[in-house]
């Protein structure tokens, strides 16, 4: 399935039916008043988040969505019928915005969220509504209100625990593989991650949700490479897992190239908690290592970890750091909902 996190959708309420103009017509009923049934009413166009989705992709292949009109009035005292609903069906995370993509009308952060974009026109009363004691016959029935119309854009942003950014071939994909059910394309060269990845990571019993996200280079934010669009998957994460590739030649350089992308992207992403892990360990000396760490400690104001995703050297460490963080903010902002997954345990 393709990863798609923005459409651009047009939507339409039904409009009202219309009222009728009827009178009752029986043998040997002389007067036998207005009986003429009111218009139902449009249907709704409504936005759910629901279950099994991350990705928009539905709403590439078709942009345009109506929903029935209500029926027309009928003699008798017939209402007519209402018409149907248009659900559409989002993954949990979908933000909506009016068609500047500025202001924000809904944010569906749990299962089951529902929101109201469109409501459906009433529909026009007959003439039976009229009838009073000084006007027995009204000859007349009001027209259905219209439907409304407006262009809206989905803008998916992953909800996840936890985020990991670096360098393209830091390690990050492996990282994920190794840690969770998650089976993420890894091969030797830059940008093997097209778009964000999702996995269960589980930790002493403990389950929380990391995200992999595309590699940042220098100039993202201007369009460089994949650019920052994916950043916005991390805006919800608790916690940062910033990966510096040991084998690289400049680890210092690294940090700082990917911290200044999340500086010039902002959303608060610069003040979000931060894990720095040298990542690629074993394929390094115990001197290269703590040469590394010397290094990466003078750029980040913090030590940072060391791990190899392929040999587990300091995973169950990495982990345990990133549920600490996640644990106290979890307890500050309260859990949110977590869907139970297989796991990998240290």
Excluded at 297 to 308: C, D, E, G, Q, Y
Aim: net charge neutral; with cysteine; glycine share 14%.
């Amino acid at each position: 399935m393709k990863f798609l996190d923005e459409a651009k959708v047009y939507i339409q309420s039904g409009a009202g039916g219309n009222g009728c103009v009827s009178f009752r017509r029986e043998k040997f009923i002389e007067f036998g008043g207005p009986n003429g049934g009111d218009g139902g009413r449009g249907g709704d166009v409504i936005v759910e988040a629901v279950d099994g989705l991350n990705t928009l992709i539905d709403y590439r292949y078709q942009q345009h969505f109506k929903a029935k009109r209500g029926g027309n009035g009928m003699g008798k005292d017939r209402h007519g019928a209402n018409g149907a609903d248009v659900v559409l069906k989002v993954p949990v995370g979908t933000q909506i915005y009016e068609e500047d993509g500025e202001t924000l009308l809904a944010d569906l952060e749990k299962i089951g969220d529902r929101v109201v974009l469109a409501r459906g026109g009433n529909g026009g009363f007959g003439n039976a509504h009229f009838k009073t004691s000084t006007n027995r016959a009204p000859r007349h029935a009001n027209p259905g209100q219209p439907g409304e119309e407006r262009t809206i854009r989905l803008r998916l942003k992953l909800i996840a625990d936890a985020g990991l950014v670096g360098l393209p071939n830091a390690g990050k994909s492996t990282f994920l593989a190794t840690v969770s059910a998650a089976r993420p394309k890894i091969a030797d060269y830059p940008f093997t991650t097209l778009h964000p990845q999702l996995g269960v990571v589980g930790v002493d019993g403990r389950e929380f949700v990391l995200a992999d996200l595309p590699g940042l280079i220098e100039g993202a934010h201007e369009g460089v490479g994949l650019g920052d669009r994916f950043l916005g998957h991390v805006e919800r994460c608790r916690v940062l897992l910033h990966l510096v590739d040991g084998t690289g030649e400049d680890v210092a350089a690294a940090y700082k190239t990917v911290r200044g992308e999340l500086e010039a992207y902002g959303q608060g992403l610069e003040d979000k908690p931060e894990i720095v892990a040298l990542s690629k360990a074993d394929a390094l000396t115990p001197e290269a290592i703590a040469a590394k760490i010397k290094a990466l400690k003078r750029v980040a104001k913090k030590t940072p970890l060391v791990l190899s995703a392929h040999s587990r050297q300091g995973v169950p460490e990495v982990l345990r750091a990133l549920f600490d963080v996640i644990d106290s903010a979890r307890a500050k902002d309260g859990p949110r909902e977590e869907k139970a997954a297989p796991a990998w345990q240290p």
